[in-house]
């Protein structure tokens, strides 16, 4: 038997002990006799206090008489009646397992305590609430009157209630057992690619968790769920629902559980198994846009494959932007590439449209002045449009005849118009090279060597006169060299010069003071 214990610490709801049955039967005399009880000689001179006796014992025996009583492991003493001979023979077929048939006799609805209390041959027992494992909707008053198989997991002592005995019990570990038996059957039986029926028991963000069996629960990763992608699995379970699921992957982990993997989309045909095998490059196929990421959209189609339009292939125009789509967006698309093996389908939208780079030779030809847009601006030069989806570029060095521009951005403007001249077209590679400096005036072509200049003086040092033509934008320079030691130089003032060499790349002219 347990230790005495408080109603609180007695709560059905704390952990089952052992079952303990430490009893013997011993005849022994009465000791001491007073109105509250009778007092017995207990084995090595102790004495003892008849926990259950009632008011016709202790009128009935007297100081001497010998009676019968059973002595627990703790010291206590019990008047050998038909309840403690009752509970004796429970306790001798509980330690065997066995299964009691209790009679539901009343309800408990407390909040701390609820349960049921239940009838075995004669002795009242409690079932808390956790330990029935039947559910019924119309709570624990619908038990009462019935019968239910139970096992006796525990004794409790009621203190307030003069020690009375509270064996309890429970339905839930016949349940559980049994399950347990279940599951060790069902686990031989199934294999990987079984097919079983299971009920949905959890959702969460990265699956779905799926009862097999009573005991056994399965996994189904998000990625198992559909053939679709999808964000959340509750848009195609929801908990309670019945289903077939296949069995992908059957392990055992460290702690000795088994591990299962199921299946749901592996039910149905996969996309490119629906997929017509008829299909081919250069085969146009409608769907729905179903995602859009930084590289390109994908587009879902009626059989459930997607195909990939890359984002260089969505326009021939480059002013077109992944921005311009959206999803759900109906699309009707060329396919350039299919690849069965590993599943991969490439489309292309700009295939379906004239490509501008056609017969371009009847639109455009070299030494053609153009009204071009700027696009954009790099290092080297500034890409330009010329019309819808033809692009070219105006390198730093055909900007200006005169200027060595190094960052364009710092003198032109996005979405300016530019006057350009088509020096070159490469309709293999689809490049264009265009010079704006062309639509100029060249003013290199206004000097030759030996010629009469006049100029101004910009600045000077040892190393010689830095001037500009009188009249135009090109500056010269005056080697220190070829000026006289004594000369006199004024600030801004003019020089007549005779030019003795023009080197248009490196946009220099030499001059010699005349």
């Known amino acids: 038997m347990t230790n005495k214990l408080s109603i609180e610490q007695a709560n059905p709801f704390g952990e089952c002990n052992d079952i303990t049955s430490s009893i013997s039967q011993i005849s022994t005399k009465v000791e001491f006799k007073t109105e509250n009880g009778l007092v017995v000689t207990l084995p090595?001179?102790?004495?003892?206090?008849?926990?259950?006796?009632?008011?016709?014992?202790?009128?009935?025996?007297?100081?001497?008489?010998?009676?019968?009583?059973?002595?627990?492991?703790?010291?206590?003493?019990?008047?050998?009646?038909?309840?403690?001979?009752?509970?004796l023979d429970i306790i001798s077929k509980a330690k065997t397992g066995h299964v009691f048939n209790a009679k539901v006799m009343d309800a408990v609805t407390d909040e701390k305590i609820a349960g049921l209390i239940v009838d075995?041959?004669?002795?009242?027992c409690f079932m808390p609430e956790r330990q029935i494992g039947i559910e019924k909707k119309d709570g624990l008053q619908s038990f009462v009157g019935s019968t239910i198989d139970v096992k006796l997991i525990s004794v409790k002592l009621k203190e307030k209630e003069g020690n009375r005995f509270l064996p309890i019990v429970s339905h839930k570990i016949i349940e559980d057992e049994k399950n347990v038996i279940d599951a060790q059957e069902k686990l031989q039986n199934i294999k990987v690619g079984s097919i079983i029926q299971g009920i949905v028991k959890n959702?969460?963000?990265?699956?779905?968790?799926?009862?097999?069996?009573?005991?056994?629960?399965?996994?189904?990763?998000?990625?198992?769920?559909?053939?679709?992608?999808?964000?959340?699995?509750?848009?195609?379970?929801?908990?309670?629902?019945?289903?077939?699921?296949?069995?992908?992957?059957?392990?055992?982990?460290?702690?000795?559980?088994?591990k299962i993997s199921l299946g749901l989309k592996q039910l149905s045909k996969g996309p490119w198994e629906r997929f017509d095998k008829n299909i081919k490059e250069g085969d146009v196929v409608s769907g729905s846009i179903c995602n859009i990421t930084d590289y390109g959209i994908f587009i879902m189609l009626p059989s459930g494959v997607q195909g990939l339009v890359h984002k260089t292939e969505l326009s021939w125009n480059s002013n077109v932007t992944l921005n311009d789509f959206h999803k759900e967006q109906f699309v009707t698309a060329k396919i350039i590439n299919i690849d069965w093996e590993k599943e991969k389908l490439l489309l292309s939208l700009k295939q379906l449209l004239t490509d501008p780079w056609e017969n371009i030779e009847n639109k455009i030809s070299v030494g053609d002045i153009v009204e071009t847009t700027i696009k954009s601006f790099t290092n080297f030069g500034i890409f330009v449009t010329i019309a819808d989806g033809i692009d070219g570029l105006i390198h730093v060095s055909e900007l200006s005849w005169t200027e060595k521009i190094k960052k364009p951005k710092n003198h032109y403007i996005l979405g300016d118009h530019l006057n350009a001249v088509i020096i070159s077209i490469d309709q293999d590679k689809k490049k264009i090279k265009l010079s704006h400096k062309l639509t100029l005036p060249n003013p290199w072509q206004k000097y030759t060597v030996g010629q009469h200049v006049n100029a101004i003086i910009l600045e000077h040092n040892n190393?010689?006169?830095?001037?500009?033509l009188e009249n135009d934008n090109l500056t010269a320079f005056i080697p220190g060299k070829l000026i006289s030691k004594d000369y006199f130089i004024e600030e801004n003032g003019k020089l007549e010069c005779l030019i003795q060499e023009i080197d248009e790349n490196k946009r220099m002219i030499t001059l010699a003071i005349v």
């Open 120 to 124: 075995i041959d004669g002795l009242q």
């Open 44 to 87: 090595n001179n102790n004495s003892g206090l008849l926990l259950n006796a009632t008011i016709e014992d202790i009128n009935y025996f007297n100081l001497g008489d010998t009676i019968e009583v059973y002595l627990d492991s703790e010291g206590n003493v019990y008047r050998n009646d038909e309840k403690c001979k009752l509970y």
């Open 463 to 468: 190393d010689g006169i830095l001037v500009k």
């Open 203 to 258: 959702i969460v963000s990265y699956g779905v968790f799926v009862t097999i069996s009573p005991s056994i629960d399965g996994l189904i990763h998000i990625t198992d769920l559909s053939w679709k992608r999808i964000s959340n699995p509750s848009e195609i379970l929801f908990v309670g629902q019945h289903i077939n699921v296949i069995i992908l992957d059957i392990k055992q982990t460290n702690d000795g559980k088994t």
